[in-house]
């Protein structure tokens, strides 16, 4: 797991392979079993996490049961419950395994360090937090904006390999829709499909 | 204009006034008119702009020329539109005064300079872009899960006084919901207001 994310930080910095193998050796590495936890609602997000292989989720459970998913975590990506993390306060989220995942967990005090001695980590990890600014920017819009339909089609465009990747209660809980409706979706759709093969 | 954004920045820094003073020196100050855009959808958002009085609001337009508010501005916050001005591309939102407005203007190549020189400015900006990222992070999470009138009453909680400073269609707008069901959603409340007070 550690080669796995040295040659990811390699590949994506121009930091010396002294200083990458510094970082990868504060790490822990963990597997996550399909369906296991990382972070529950309630507890202090005290890891900053990196997924070397598998999908995670982060998602809230509202008192009804319903559960709404607020992001997916692809391999060679990072995550954590932000607000919890940067203030140590009880996080309102869960992360938990979609599918078998391995993953690399730094501690606070130790990624703090990091960043605090290594500008070009800080410049990386600003970059990142950017992207993650644009990207929900862009879901806030989507979520407003598209019709379930529009909010499907983006989703399959975006993630083409997602959908055979987890049930579809999962892909409803990203979109913001019934599981009904994103059913009725999919039924027209085939439908459509099977139309156009028809002709 | 500009002495009113030096007492914010010293209320809210510890940055020596003579430093104050220049960064605010660097800022071009202007008004806007109710309705009056600062960034329109295709231009490249050129400032970092400081609302010293009065609201703004950033919203995208759909082809069906139905109006999604992605974020209000009040006075003493600062907006952009992010992903525009990082990477000077054109925008894909609208920056416009929901009421007559009052703003400093910093262009980017000023405030880059500003950044890298003045550390704790820059810490300060990091501390404003956090605060961003949670709510974002929240607001999606309301958008997900909250029925309309959820959407609606957390809204009053969050800003009481934006109802009486804009039209509702801009409400419905900003929660995702048609004027029509922001209507029959305020009735209800009304209705119930009415009954308590009967009795």
Redesign the interface.
Known sequence: MHTDFENYLAQQTDLPQETIRYISSLATARRAHRNEALLNAGEVCRHKIFIVSGLLRTY?I?PDG?E???QFSNQHTWTLD??SY?KQIAS??NIAAVENSEVLMWKKPDFDLLLRDIPELKQFSERL??R???S??N???T???GTPEERYADFVDAFPDYLSRMPLRMVAGYL?ISLKTLTRIRHAQQQREAGIMDK
């Open positions: 809230h509202k319903n709404h998913i607020l932000v607000e940067d309102l989220v937090i950017s993650n600014i644009y929900n920017r879901r806030i819009l979520i407003l904006s913001g």
